[in-house]
């Protein structure tokens, strides 16, 4: 059982029998009566994001969770591949549970897929992958920065950022995983 006074931001919870993360929260001391805790949650299986209040001192129930390392095997279809390290099972993962991470999923990274209830249900990656330019404009001409100093570019899983002048196609590239933005080129 996890407590509101307990509450910090990524904690997973159960919420009405659906695995949650919390977002952000706020305890909140009312005038008269007891403090009570208004909190945002994701629910980890949709993403559906929602609000809601506490009484300070009630109790959830711990998600059952596991976390298991796999390593991304390929895409066929609408299905992509995943195996167990340890077990060498397969599991098939389709595209929408996999949701913005399949933009930057390479053939034999290492993943986290999180099971609830002996079902998989998400996929963390890592924050930051090295991915290799596929397809970009030449670099700019001298005088070329009036927007901001950027181009697009196309990665080797489809994903497009947005990189420096100086990124030729077939430059290696660190991506933040999280906002999809060009951190620095890898040598």
Do not use: W
Request: net charge neutral; charged share 30%.
């Amino acid at each position: 059982m996890i407590s509101t006074s307990d509450f910090r931001k990524g904690l997973k919870v159960e919420f009405k029998g659906e695995p949650c993360e919390i977002v952000e929260f706020q305890h909140v001391k009312m005038g008269r009566g007891g403090a009570i805790v208004r909190t945002k949650m994701r629910n980890i299986k949709t993403g559906a994001v929602l609000e809601e209040t506490f009484r300070s001192g009630e109790k959830l129930e711990t998600p059952g969770l596991e976390e298991k390392s796999m390593q991304y095997l390929y895409a066929q279809g609408d299905l992509c591949y995943f195996m167990d390290s340890e077990t060498y099972e397969q599991i098939p993962l389709t595209r929408e549970q996999l949701g913005e991470a399949i933009n930057f999923l390479k053939e034999n990274n290492t993943v986290k897929i999180l099971y609830h209830k002996g079902m998989p249900i998400s996929v963390e990656i890592p924050t930051f992958v090295e991915l290799k330019v596929a397809k970009t404009d030449p670099a700019g001409f001298k005088g070329d920065t009036a927007s901001g100093g950027g181009k697009p570019a196309t990665l080797e899983t489809g994903a497009v950022v947005r990189v420096p002048f100086h990124i030729n196609e077939g430059d290696t590239i660190r991506v933040d995983t999280r906002t999809s933005v060009y951190i620095e080129r890898v040598k």
